[in-house]
């Protein structure tokens, strides 16, 4: 069969063992990605059994990079991207350099020529968009100033790879040992010119028509009442426009998704697109990691394991170290810092993509490329294991900066970022989106002292304006969650659509103060059935209680107002 038809090869035996291999991780209480490289490695060349496609695996992977781009892109309005350009520019660029350095002085220690040193270096200095996106989407801060921050830095790092994707050819003569040719600068300047030229016409012209034909187009197409025709067309946009800045204008496929996700962030629409691409965006996710997976050829750990480690050393402790204390430099919480320097410790696709190119200019030999697979593979499985050690470091510096001394009476300590409550009897209510705010006004109408705990940063302002306390991040997180001292809270509010999610703040609150009244949100028999087994006292299903407001409201002949408070009366 995989001779015939390698698309359904990779898509079905790919996807099953990831599915399998996923379980089994998620039973074991590791990463999911651990299953995904592993199932990309069992279906790889390097070992027996089925051998899938590896160019198309890639190609798959391409399209993940796309959907997911278009979704960052989709949040991120071209205000959130100035905001955060003064620290995004200067943090992206110095950390690529120094890391380019760290990475050159590894393949100089390997015995490595000019032209490789340079393509390695590259290689290592640019983290894998898949990779960090998908952490910042599981641990909620892609709308927080940190999230904002670290999708300015990737934008960043993918122009540079741009760049250096067209460089690299014209330099390659130069770097070679067997230069006959020697490189005009002005030469070099022109090719610059032209690609930065390509670029800022692209986004040139999604900002001026894109903006007004893109939101235009799928308004129309919305109007139509077509569902199929809609998520069609947010597909076509999400690709189409990513195909045609890749093809005519020689910028990424990850850059042209994310700026046509920009351009409709702005429309009503953008949340409904938003959720037509998620399960595709998922499932190209995964075909990403066993597309890196299949490029592992696990004897590099035997033939190589000491190039090997100082490989992956650059990766996971050089580029972290640089990124942290440039940030801290640019004047940003050591939260943040550690956060987005975890996050860029990881190296995928762009990688590959210079390998590759290293590889086919003559600069770059097979076992650098194996180098760099290797370090690839090695620093994705620990990149769980270093958002923990971020996150320990973090709870380590707050709790410093609570001590005070003399020594720090001159500067003000940075603000800790989940400071834990100083509320005692206190009502927390996680999730402020359209249940959330209602339950927020209606607790404090009533008198409650209020901790507030919500994933994004934009709709708590307010809020916070009004005094009222305000965690922003993924309450699911221990961390977190733990800053809003359960164990002397009297009421916890669940208001959170995503039952797996609710289930484990549920579990932890439960196991924190095993008194404490818990309220849940869930739209599904089986969540409610969940949420209970968790610990939840009460749990109110979300289309039950609209029913039986339709249904008052149906008696009383449609005549009378519906009732705002009807899903917290509805306690079931
Ligand atoms: P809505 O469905 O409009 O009530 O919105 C739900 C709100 O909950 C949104 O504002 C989300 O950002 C927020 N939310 C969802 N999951 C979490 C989570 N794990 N931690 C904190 N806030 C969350």
């Known amino acids: 069969m995989s001779h015939e038809s ?49 160019g198309l695996a890639l190609q798959l992977a391409e399209i993940g990079v796309i959907l997911l781009m278009f979704g960052v892109g989709l949040h991120f309005s071209v205000s959130d991207l100035i905001a955060v350009r003064a620290v995004a520019i200067p943090g992206a660029l110095i950390q690529i350099a120094l890391s380019t350095a760290m990475g050159m002085g590894v393949a100089w220690l390997l015995g490595l020529p000019l032209g490789a040193e340079l393509v390695f270096g590259l290689a290592l200095s640019v983290a894998s ?23 300015g830095w990737l934008v960043i790092q993918d122009l540079v790879t741009v760049l250096a994707l067209v460089l690299l050819p014209v330099m390659a003569p130069l770097l070679s040992h067997n230069a006959p040719t020697t490189l005009s600068l002005s030469g070099l300047s022109f090719t610059v010119a032209v690609t930065l030229g390509k ?47 890749s093809e005519l204008f020689g910028v990424s496929f990850a850059v042209g998704a994310f700026v046509a996700g920009m351009v409709l962030s702005e429309s009503k629409l953008s949340q409904r697109a938003a959720e037509e691409t998620l399960p595709l965006r998922d499932a190209f996710a995964v075909l990403f990691f066993i597309s890196v997976g299949m490029l592992f050829d696990p004897t590099v750990l035997i033939r190589d394991p000491v190039p090997l480690l100082e490989t992956l050393a650059v990766v996971v402790l050089g580029t972290p170290a640089v990124a942290f204390l440039t940030l801290c430099l640019l004047r940003q919480t050591s939260g943040t810092a550690l956060t987005i320097a975890a996050g860029l410790a990881q190296i995928g696709e762009f990688s590959f993509i210079l390998a590759a190119l290293g590889i086919g200019l003559g600069l770059l030999d097979e076992r650098g490329r194996d180098l760099l697979l290797g370090a690839s593979i090695l620093s994705i499985l620990l990149n769980p294991l270093l958002f923990l050690v971020a996150g320990r470091l973090k709870t380590w510096a707050d709790r410093r900066n609570e001590v005070p001394s003399a020594a720090k009476h001159a500067a003000p300590p940075p603000p800790v970022e989940h400071p834990v409550t100083k509320l005692q009897g206190h009502a927390v209510l996680v999730g402020y989106g359209r249940v959330g ?34 965690r922003t991040g993924n309450a699911a997180d221990p961390e977190m969650l733990k800053s809003a001292h359960l164990a002397m809270a009297r009421l ?68 009378a107002e519906p009732q705002a408070n009807a899903v917290v009366q509805g306690a079931s």
């Not at 996106?133 to 599981?138: D, K, V």
């Not at 809609?230 to 800045?245: I, Y």
């Not at 916890?492 to 439960?510: K, M, S, T």
């Not at 869930?522 to 109110?540: I, K, N, P, S, Y």
């Open 437 to 470: 705010s209602l339950l927020a006004e209606g607790l404090l109408r009533n008198g409650w002292k209020l901790l507030v705990m919500e994933a994004g940063d934009a709709a708590v302002q307010p809020l916070r304006d009004r005094g009222v306390e305000v």
């Open 492 to 559: 916890l509010l669940v208001a959170i659509p995503d039952a797996f999610e609710a289930g484990q703040i549920v579990e932890q609150a439960r196991a924190a103060n095993p008194d404490i009244e818990i309220i849940a949100r869930a739209h599904f028999d089986t969540a409610v059935e969940h949420l209970r087994q968790h610990g939840a006292t009460t749990v109110v299903m979300g289309e039950r209680e609209i029913a039986r407001a339709m249904l008052e409201h149906a008696a009383d002949g449609g005549s």
């Open 199 to 245: 670029v800022v016409a692209f986004v040139a012209l999604m900002l001026v028509i894109g903006r007004r034909v893109i939101p235009a187009v799928l308004h129309y197409v919305a109007h139509t009442g077509s569902r199929e025709l809609f998520r069609l067309s947010v597909l076509a946009v999400a690709l189409g426009v990513a195909f045609v800045a």
């Open 129 to 151: 968009t898949v990779v960090l996106l998908r952490t910042l989407q599981e641990r909620r801060i892609m709308d927080t100033e940190r999230g904002h921050i670290a999708v």
């Open 6 to 54: 390698p698309l359904i090869a990779i898509l079905v035996i790919g996807l099953c063992l990831a599915f399998i291999l996923g379980t089994i991780a998620n039973r074991l209480k590791i990463s999911l990605l651990v299953g995904y490289l592993l199932a990309g490695v069992a279906v790889g060349p390097f070992t027996p059994g089925f051998v899938a496609d590896q």
